[in-house]
């Protein structure tokens, strides 16, 4: 549907009520909702909503997806403003979340976490500094294209920048994230690490801060048609 991918999609619901002086008293209220696959612009597996409609407030008790070679969690939201929740994202895959960024040919490695504020406000969802970690040492390679050094050569900082990331291997890795309900998108990261093409023993602390309308990106990722056929493919 718009380029939206699904398959294997149930639903269940129960409900036990009772009229009572001409009120509708519900004793019982269990709904749940289960994709087995699902394109948005990346891949969600084994999606699971587990719900109540408590009238015409739905809550959300759990949801629980496998995102990006990990999982995401929450519980406990109410969809109707204000509510809020915690996302949990647990073992991401860095090279899956690089894979479907805006530059796929980067190489990389490491294993993602992270806790994400989630708010519901009259004007949609929004984070507010949410944090992600790299849970394990990982690397990212930057390949020096044609491009690149060009770029870098008449501007010797960004060559020297590019240099660092052709082969930096981290030890640390920690960032910031705010999403607004429009879709904008703020990631700021700090790595520390080396680069032993450079020096094995000279520490390199690099900032990164990124913006993208993660909505837009989502909808563009969708109707790549290559992408879409490698999806269709594989699900």
Avoid: C, W
């Avoid at 976490?113 to 394990?136: C, F, H, M, V, W």
């Avoid at 590019?162 to 705010?178: A, E, H, I, K, P």
Wanted: aromatic share 8%; net charge neutral; glycine share 6%.
């Amino acid at each position: 549907h718009d380029k939206v991918l699904f398959d294997g999609v149930t639903v269940t619901g129960e409900i036990d009520y009772r009229f009572e002086k001409q009120q509708l008293i519900i004793k019982r209220d269990k709904q749940q909702l289960k994709i087995a696959n699902l394109f948005i612009g990346i891949p969600v597996q084994a999606l699971q909503l587990d719900a109540q409609l408590n009238g015409l407030n739905i809550i959300i008790d759990r949801f629980k997806a496998r995102l990006l070679g990990g999982r995401v969690d929450f519980a406990d939201l109410k969809l109707t403003a204000p509510s809020q929740t915690a996302i949990k994202l647990s073992a991401l895959s860095l090279s899956d979340v690089i894979q479907y960024s805006a530059y796929p040919e980067i190489d990389a490695q490491g294993i993602i976490d992270g806790l994400l504020p989630l708010s519901l406000t009259e004007q949609g969802p929004a984070i507010k500094n949410g944090i992600i970690s790299a849970r394990y040492p990982g690397y990212i390679k930057v390949p020096e294209n044609t491009v690149v050094k060009a770029m870098g050569k008449d501007n010797p900082a960004f060559a020297f920048t590019m240099q660092v990331l052709t082969n930096l291997q981290f030890d640390s890795l920690r960032g910031v994230v705010d999403y607004a309900a429009n879709g904008e998108t703020s990631l700021n990261v700090e790595m520390k690490g080396i680069n032993p093409n450079l020096s094995r023993t000279r520490a390199v602390i690099f900032n990164y801060s990124h913006n993208e309308n993660i909505l837009q990106l989502l909808k563009s990722l969708r109707f790549n048609e290559r992408l879409n056929k490698q999806i269709e493919e594989r699900y």
